[in-house]
């Protein structure tokens, strides 16, 4: 059958016809892994020339349709159909060669290959003498028509790179084209780790994409992103596809509605309600490596403070900085007077145990609580562990399953379980929402400023805006530095991108 939404295209209205055959269509999609029904019959299609967003809460089946879309994962029952053919054996092979591209929430680079390299991965056409040249003109041309101002050059080793720089390879790498034709592009939480400027970028390049006749699904826990950018949107809740419509046909307010977070709604429209705290006892005093002047970051029992600015400019290596002077008690010119977690935003290098289970990842960080004797106790582990999956709504039947068997946004509630649920008075969040559903950011949020309440310090790198207005106050980096201290009563996005791009300190 041929969509016949209306589609938008860049402000322009048509309605996709016959003209418009669906690029990929899936009719019955059903997935199963162990007890959990992860897909229960989904139909889902994407026309040429059509942005799809696709949203719902953490575990409610996007990666996993992703996956079949890809050719990834095959479908226990139902039907694949690329632009109106059956395709009886699927796979990704075959999505490559029909033009399918797919960049997964979990970024796929080989770190220690070089980007030029990384790209060669995906491209076998480029071979013989002079592949390397090739492979870096390809995938530098890609990066400057995207990301003008990037920065990454094709020799950088991709685990040099930060993971805003690599989730932009890992996205730059997939809209490039050799021998096989390039039609569809699924796009996994593709800003995730990016700065609103540089996830500006790609969302214009999107457009541009999908304006020339090609299509795009765009995944996104921010919603303004999807309404703002796709032509349809499907929300998707336990499993299965609840609504399929045109995205302007959805707000903020039914979009969250649909995806089943009523509660989260009356948040939303509730005014985040801080108050300046007592100033309690200096907690930590740090001074960037590369600060010149006199500006520091000073934060005191009961604060939030925010680290703002474009990505990878200082502000994760200085959370790093704090955390190894707090372990290493060694005189760094940082003072910390308490014990410190860290929440990792680069859960794949520095925050899952990948063989242990749920329950052993969350109690981790409590180890001397959990003890019984020598041992640690079964029991106290499992207790902390439902304690959390309850009140952060960790998605699982069994919190001692291992700890991949969790979708995306479920793994990093884990390493919040573990920070929290530790004893530290000091807990560093180095962008730490990534993939997290809007109604358990908001769970976060309130726990957070709750928790500052009881006297715990909060130092919080985020690259969503939106998230400041949780703290007290915050400071900008630029280039490795701290260029302005901000109050919660100056905290607007243009004066943050203003104190990012300016020279002024
Ligand atoms: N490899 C796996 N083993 C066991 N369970 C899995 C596996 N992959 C996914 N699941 C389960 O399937 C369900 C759907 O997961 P999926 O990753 O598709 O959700 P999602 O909507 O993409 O979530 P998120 O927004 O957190 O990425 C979840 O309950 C998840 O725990």
Redesign the pocket.
């Known amino acids: 059958m041929p969509n016949a939404d209306i589609v938008r295209l860049d402000g322009a209205e048509k309605h996709s016809g016959a003209a418009n055959m669906d690029i990929i269509r899936l009719d019955g999609a059903e997935k199963h892994?162990?007890a959990?029904r992860?897909l229960a019959g989904v139909d889902f299609h994407v026309g040429s020339g059509e942005c799809v967003g696709l949203v719902?809460?953490?575990?409610?089946?996007?990666?996993?349709?992703m996956h079949m879309v890809a050719g990834t994962l095959i479908p226990e029952s139902g039907q694949i159909a690329v632009r109106s053919r059956v395709e009886d054996n699927y796979s990704v092979p075959r999505a490559q060669q029909l033009g399918i591209r797919c960049v997964f929430?979990e970024l796929s680079l080989c770190p220690n290959l070089s980007v030029a390299e990384n790209t060669r991965i995906n491209h076998p056409a480029l071979r013989g003498l002079g592949w390397r040249r090739k492979a870096a003109d390809l995938i530098t041309a890609k990066l400057d028509e995207i990301f003008p101002d990037h920065s990454i050059s094709a020799a950088d080793i991709a685990s040099d790179l930060s993971i805003g720089k690599r989730q932009m390879v890992e996205v730059a790498r997939a809209f490039t084209v050799t021998q096989d034709p390039l039609e569809l592009v699924i796009l996994d939480e593709p800003t995730s780790s990016l700065d609103a400027h540089t996830a500006g970028q790609l969302l214009a390049f999107v457009r541009r994409f999908v304006a020339g006749g090609k299509s795009c699904i765009l995944i996104s826990?921010v919603l303004g992103e999807v309404l703002g950018n796709a032509d349809r949107i499907v929300v998707?809740r336990d499993?299965k596809v609840v609504a399929s419509d045109a995205a302007k046909a959805f707000d903020r307010d039914r979009l969250v509605t649909t995806m089943g977070g009523a509660e989260a709604r009356e948040k939303i429209a509730a005014e985040i309600a801080i108050q300046k705290p007592e100033t309690g006892p200096l907690r930590v005093r740090a001074r960037p490596a590369r600060q010149q002047d006199g500006n520091e970051l000073v934060a005191h029992a009961g604060e939030i403070i925010g680290l703002a600015g474009l990505a990878g400019h200082g502000q994760t290596d200085l959370l790093l900085a704090i955390f190894a002077a707090a372990a290493a008690r060694a005189k760094t010119g940082i003072e910390v007077t308490a014990p410190v977690a860290l929440v990792a935003g680069d859960r794949q290098s520095d925050g899952i145990f990948p063989q242990w289970s749920i329950a052993q990842n969350i109690g981790i960080r409590s180890l001397a609580r959990l003890r019984n004797g020598l041992l640690i106790s079964p029991q106290r582990e499992a207790e902390l562990a439902d304690f959390w999956q309850k009140k952060i709504g960790i998605?699982?039947p069994d919190m001692n399953?291992n700890i991949?068997?969790?979708?995306?946004?479920?793994q990093q509630k884990v390493l919040f379980a573990r920070a929290l649920g530790s004893d530290a008075k000091i807990v560093l969040m180095d962008d730490p929402m990534r993939?997290v559903?809007i109604g358990t950011k908001l769970e976060v949020y309130d726990l957070v400023r709750e928790e500052a309440g009881r006297g715990r310090t909060f130092l919080w790198y985020t690259t969503e805006t939106e998230e400041l207005d949780n703290c007290h106050h915050i400071y900008v980096f630029k280039n490795g530095r701290i260029v302005a201290k901000l109050g919660r009563d100056e905290l607007t996005e243009e004066k943050i991108i203003q104190s990012s791009f300016g020279d002024a300190a």
Request: a positive charge.
């Open positions: 892994f162990g959990v992860a719902g809460h953490n575990g409610a089946g996007k990666s996993t349709l929430q826990h998707m499993g998605r699982t399953n991949f068997s969790l979708s995306g946004g479920n993939g559903d």
